[in-house]
């Protein structure tokens, strides 16, 4: 039996990473829209929100790790060891015809881009993730404008990279699915937070009314834009020629080569619009401090204990389920095929919790992060030694 790990876990940070899971595999099984184009029930609730939960937890995680010690080269080697995980996904969605956007490629980009940012004072990191979270397409879309995509599919695989090297570099940087410089607001959030004392009753509570407000108020924002201020008709009027989406369809589509700045009143998932930004991004706080009040409770945390597992060792599991969804276990069967993953995934973590500290992934990334870590100061030994 492993011995457990040296730092205590705050176990409302697993069962935030629970949720997040548990809402990317809603989105990645459900269809997006129902037949007369509106939302689906796991677009409205899971869509967006989910990836966003899972991104702020992983900069909640990386403040974690580098609280007491700064190691840019395991940093580095585990942002690459995440990007040779995506791509390695990227055939599996290839290979399944699955509708799936891996996450991973991206994170490596924002974790790479976190390096420099480690050592900054929790409220400088919360300023940057706002201003990210308010600008950073905006800029984008104003500079660099939509950004090609030379992968051979929807996510892009070791071939592609070795292919067209620059071209992913700027895709995963400023383009795709989860661009890094957009997405970094949640990471920097993330960070911030892990900064902070999560023991403390006063900070949960204060990460959860701060994290509704800001989500409730762009949400409202969004909502007076877009219907009271007719934002929705001018979207509408400045669709591409042959557009007949439904409002419904309109006021959730991320994707639309709009030409008009109404664009930006959308909080549609993954558009990365100020305000969906907003929304997101205060909704993973929200989300993240409900987790910690809620599990200062003992029976929440018994009840709580297997997602907890689960969000524990969720790179495990976010990369087992996309390997499952491509075999086409259960396709026809949405309903089934969702509780069936969810079911195995807990049922998977509680046994494997029993005999080890970590997820067999997190294992593997942990140790090889500790050889990149401790490669410096051997380094600098040798050189000592060879100096007397």
Not at 177 to 196: E, F, K, Q
Not at 338 to 349: D, E, K, R
Request: proline share 5%; net charge positive; glycine share 10%.
């Amino acid at each position: 039996m492993s011995s457990p790990s040296g730092q205590s876990r705050v176990i409302g940070i697993d069962v935030a990473r629970g949720v997040a899971l548990a809402g990317m595999l809603a989105v990645h099984v459900f269809p997006t829209y129902d037949g007369d184009g509106s939302a689906s029930v796991a677009t409205a609730l899971a869509s967006g929100r989910g990836a966003a939960v899972f991104a702020t937890m992983a900069g909640v995680g990386l403040a974690l790790v580098t609280r007491r010690r700064r190691s840019v080269p395991a940093l580095v080697v585990r942002a690459l060891l995440l990007l040779v995980l995506g791509l390695l996904l990227g055939y599996v969605t290839i290979a399944g015809g699955l509708d799936v956007y891996v996450i991973l490629p991206y994170y490596a980009m924002m974790f790479l881009l976190a390096v420099p940012l480690l050592g900054v004072r929790p409220q400088v990191l919360a300023a940057i993730s706002l201003t990210l979270a308010a600008a950073a397409t905006v800029t984008i879309f104003s500079t660099v404008g939509e950004v090609a995509d030379p992968s051979a599919g929807i996510d892009p695989t070791i071939g592609d990279v070795l292919r067209h090297p620059v071209g992913m570099f700027v895709l995963l940087l400023v383009g795709g699915a989860y661009p890094a410089v957009v997405w970094l607001a949640y990471v920097t959030a993330g960070m911030a937070i892990g900064r902070l004392d999560l023991t403390s009753t006063r900070v949960a509570g204060w990460l959860l009314g701060s994290g509704a407000a800001l989500s409730a108020a762009a949400w409202l924002a969004s909502t007076i834009l877009l219907f009271p201020l007719g934002g929705l008709d001018h979207l509408r009027a400045n669709a591409p020629p042959g557009t007949e989406w439904s409002d419904a369809r309109l006021t959730w589509e991320p994707w639309g080569d709009f030409d008009t700045y109404w664009w930006y009143a959308i909080r549609a998932p993954h558009s990365g619009a100020p305000l969906d930004m907003l929304h997101t991004l205060g909704f993973a706080v929200a989300v993240l401090g409900a987790a910690l009040l809620v599990t200062r409770l003992p029976i929440a945390v018994r009840v709580l204990q297997p997602l907890a597992d689960a969000g524990s060792m969720v790179l495990t599991l976010y990369c087992a389920h996309i390997v499952v969804l491509a075999t086409g276990l259960l396709g026809d069967h949405p309903y089934a095929q969702y509780l069936v993953l969810l079911a195995g995934m807990i049922a998977f973590a509680v046994v494997w919790k029993r005999r080890f500290a970590r997820g067999p992934l997190e294992e593997l990334i942990a140790r090889v992060s500790l050889v990149a870590r401790k490669a410096p100061r051997r380094g600098r030994s040798q050189a000592a030694d060879q100096q007397v």
